[in-house]
């Protein structure tokens, strides 16, 4: 059986970047809550209201998150993403401890602040780019400082964290990373199984029933899940502020009540996974919609973050929405495990930001926009070129 008509032409929902994506899911779903569109030559359904992301995000049988995850395999690993039923329950136990509410609590003010703090005093210049000499460092360094790997080699850990981020568009270029950083983390494990320190690797390797390999799957996985989708939300944070001067206005004069408040409200303005794709596995009649099978099934957090059947005024950056539940995070079985360390890691780094740039402010003729990164999955802005001082 085939899919319906297509909805919208000439915009490939798997490769390409989609043109004033905002508008476009808008006009999709006030026409229905779902879309037929091209994606990698063939057809899929993107979902579009909150409802049916949601619903989506809890119905793993139906739409299974290994089925849509084996094509990394060969770069990250057997990682719990790639997990279903007891196996992803078992491993993401295990992995939990590492990331508890207090741990990232602890993160605060003992990592997450002084690298901040290191990268802004790198700046040298009256005008910086945020996204090269921020957003892109900030949580790579913050990753490497937890898993304990030493300074000295934290250049070369950004050019494998680089290359895994691009596996979709140069796979010899991510699995030539994949093998160097295999290699060496197997070293580090190696020796803190003799010599455990007070890091996250140490940690692990603690828990009964994971192995060397397991430690080295959610390494590979920590990079581009925390360090990747961190980069980019930080980026859509400070987006939104700089081209809202009032609301960051806000955030300067009470940073103790807006910091986190303007993480979560960019989460949802802006999340950095903006279209999840997954595949429905059997043929099915799914909330009124005919699936085939093996028809790729995207989820789109875009929209549902701005359905405005949920978030009045929904394309609004208001601080004020204090609205708390978002799908930035996933939700279901495979909901981020990571969200609070995220949301703690986030906070921190813009915190310092504003406290060490008063002046910051978008330099003239400045590009700020959010567009998609590599493919429609991740979006996130290019570069946000800022003025330092007055």
């Known amino acids: 059986m085939a899919l319906e008509e297509l909805d919208v032409e000439g915009i ?8 004033n994506a905002h508008r476009l899911l808008s006009t999709l779903r006030r026409r229905k809550p779902y879309a037929v569109v091209p994606f990698g030559g063939g057809r899929a359904i993107v979902l579009l209201t909150h409802e049916l992301v949601t619903a989506a995000f809890k119905d793993e049988e139906t739409f299974p998150a290994a089925a849509a995850h084996p094509p990394s395999g060969p770069v990250l690993g057997h990682t719990v993403q790639c997990m279903a039923g007891a196996a992803h329950r078992i491993h993401e136990r295990l992995a939990t401890p590492a990331f508890h509410d207090g741990l990232a609590g602890d993160y605060g003010s003992a990592l997450f602040e002084p690298v901040a703090h290191e990268l802004v005093d790198r700046f ?4 910086v780019d945020l996204v090269v000499e921020f957003t892109e460092q900030y949580p790579v360094l913050v990753v490497a400082r937890m898993l304990g790997l030493p300074l000295a080699d934290e250049s070369v850990l950004w050019r494998w964290m680089h290359d895994l981020y691009y596996y979709p568009v140069e796979p010899d270029g991510a699995a030539r990373a994949s093998d160097e950083f295999g290699a060496y983390l197997r070293e580090i ?3 803190r199984r003799t010599r455990p320190g007070d890091d ?4 692990l390797l603690t828990v ?3 192995s060397d390999e397991s430690v080295l799957a959610f390494a590979r996985m920590l990079f581009p899940a925390a360090a990747d989708t961190v980069m980019l939300a930080l980026g859509n944070v400070l987006a939104a502020l700089l081209t809202h001067p009032a609301q960051l206005a806000k955030v300067r004069r009470h940073p103790k009540t807006e910091l986190s408040w303007a993480v979560r409200e960019a989460l949802r303005w802006e999340p950095p996974v903006g279209m999840l794709p997954r595949l429905c596995t059997r043929h099915t009649e799914w909330h009124g919609i005919t699936i085939p099978a093996a028809t790729p099934v995207v989820f789109a957090i875009t929209s549902a973050n701005r359905d405005p059947a949920v978030y009045p005024d929904p394309d609004a950056y208001d601080l004020d929405r204090r609205a708390m539940a978002t799908l930035a995070f996933g939700d279901g079985a495979h909901a981020c495990l990571g969200a609070r360390f995220a949301l703690a890691e986030l906070t921190a780094g813009l915190k310092v930001l504003i406290e060490r740039l008063p002046d910051m ?8 926009r959010v567009g998609s990164r590599m493919t429609p999955v991740l979006r996130g802005p290019s570069s946000l ?5 007055r």
Not at 12 to 19: H, L
Not at 200 to 203: A, G, P, Q, R
Not at 385 to 389: D, K, S
């Open 385 to 389: 070129p800022v003025l330092l001082g």
């Open 124 to 127: 040298s210049r009256h005008e």
């Open 200 to 203: 996250l690797i140490s940690t």
């Open 208 to 210: 009964d029933g994971y």
């Open 189 to 191: 494990i190696r020796r």
């Open 12 to 19: 490939d929902f798997a490769t390409g970047d989609i043109p």
């Open 361 to 368: 402010r978008l330099a003239p003729g400045a590009d700020a």
